[in-house]
């Protein structure tokens, strides 16, 4: 958490140089920006670290129990929302349930009747150095424009 208080005191200072309006085209940029980093990163089936997520687990023959990626979709669900204020990137609905079970790996029973099981942690979004800088990028040139 100490690298997101970083960022938010940095981003306090830029802040306080800025109209709302243009605050709220820079949250808007970010936003919009960081869904799409996400959303390539989580199509490449990588956490913010780089790390490839944990494969699903097999069943008691060997066969994995659904064929393909991990959340082959699930990209096109995160959600951004912005003000002058702040920026955040998500999921919503019954989309958000499914990631922060993955997210935080947590022992959930998938169906009424199903026995609970423990899922592993697959981060979906965080930031990485390469958002770190990327965000610096933006503001820097966004500053440089304004």
């Known amino acids: 958490m100490d ?37 390539d990163r989580i199509k490449l089936q990588r956490d913010p670290d780089g790390h490839r997520f944990i494969p699903r687990k097999r069943n008691q023959i060997g066969n994995i129990k659904r064929q393909g990626d991990l959340f082959q979709n699930i990209g096109k669900e995160l959600k951004t929302e912005y003000s002058a204020d702040h920026a955040t990137v998500g999921f919503g609905g019954r989309t958000a349930t499914i990631a922060e079970v993955h997210q935080q790996g947590k022992t ?11 899922y592993p942690i697959r981060a979906l979004v965080g930031f990485n150095e390469e958002d ?14 304004n």
């Open 108 to 118: 959930i029973k998938p169906s009424r009747y199903a026995k609970a099981t423990n």
């Open 3 to 39: 690298a997101y208080a970083g960022l938010e005191h940095w981003l306090d200072q830029i802040a306080l140089r800025l109209e709302p309006a243009q605050r709220r085209e820079l949250m808007r940029r970010l936003a919009q920006g960081l869904r799409v980093r996400h959303r």
């Open 132 to 145: 770190k800088k990327w965000i610096e990028l933006i503001i820097l040139g966004f500053m440089t424009i």
